[in-house]
């Protein structure tokens, strides 16, 4: 993120960063835990920045935190948050979010799968489910999170979405802040919290992908796919340019030839380095396979109603990659606390 031209007394983290030698992650950290420490940030534009007194500020919290009694009060781990995204629909995005999460679970990460469709919420009919509380329900009814996180297949949780995250958009600031408190309760719970974000570039999606620690682009060999999800890449950077320094991958899905996936993704990776200046790491592909069809028909996941098919392979080795590419520095920053923030900054 660079510093606009017309606002020479503001600061993004990077700088605060640079002038405290403090990981950005332990900023946000402090942010978080010392907020009553720290000046108050500016708006300017749809980004809020630190003013010039936050340098000084967080070296003082940092003082303070090292010096606690005890030694250092324990920092709270949160789970990943990735936003699987795609840009339109009709890619596979929510049957691979909710057999991701399998994969992942079954690889020993404790995962909870957010349908956050805009309306055609479809996670638990894929997952076997029936219809239960979901987003809704926490956000008119004020129901609990832990009776709203339906136990889904291998064990992993499942918050139904539809209307609710749809409402979320036109909320109050009470039924919002109720929420992204809710999400925070099952961040610290989950290790990992896959989003499926559902298509299109609506305010809700784009506020889900915003808070995400990392984007999942799901992409076809259909050219449209890849259209959108430069598109949705594009307008994301430029709207919130801290994303350009978050971690965003691509996974083809529904490809004929492993030779037609690897031209998918690095024709993505190409455009969005030559247009965007932001690379796009591909962690895999899953080649097209009858097996989805079939076990979609029976409302079954794939991956449990043939764990020996193609299709579950790959998506086991989707899981191994993502386990690869884990950030320890994530795990002291709440995702879902950036967006309370963002929620607060933003205006009504």
Known sequence: MSLPDDAPDLLT????????????????FYESEYSDRLPAKVLHGDTLFFTAEAPAAFREVHRVH????????????????????????????????????????????MCVVVDGDLGL????LLAGLA???????????????????????EGIGIISGGSGIL?????DPGQRLRLVRALAEVERAAEVVLVDTGAGMGRGVRDLLRAADELL????????SLADAYGLLKGLLQESPAIRHRPVYSVVNMADTL?????????????????????????????????????TARRTPYTVFRPEARVSKHTHNLAVALLRQELPEL??????????????GSTP
């Open 121 to 124: 919420a479809n996670i638990h």
């Open 331 to 344: 795990a002291i920053s709440s995702a879902f606390g950036r967006y309370l923030k963002m929620l607060q």
């Open 66 to 109: 090292a010096a606690a009694p005890g030694g250092r009060p324990a920092i709270p781990r949160y789970g990943r948050v990735i936003a699987v995204t795609s840009g339109k629909g009709g890619v596979g995005k929510s049957n691979l979010a909710l057999n991701l999460g399998i994969a992942l679970q079954r690889l020993g990460k």
């Open 13 to 28: 983290i990077a700088d605060v960063a640079g002038r405290t030698g403090l990981e950005e992650s332990l900023l946000r």
């Open 167 to 171: 409402a979320l958009a036109d909320s």
């Open 259 to 295: 030779q037609q996936a690897a031209g998918v993704a690095l024709r993505f990776d190409e455009c969005a380095r030559r247009f965007l200046d932001r690379g796009v790491e591909n962690i895999g592909y899953v080649l097209r396979d009858a097996t989805v069809g079939a076990a």
């Open 217 to 224: 682009f799901v992409l076809t060999p259909d050219l449209t």
């Open 131 to 153: 219809s239960g509380p979901g987003v809704l329900e926490l956000l008119e009814r004020g129901r609990p999170v832990a009776e709203i996180v339906a136990p889904g297949p």
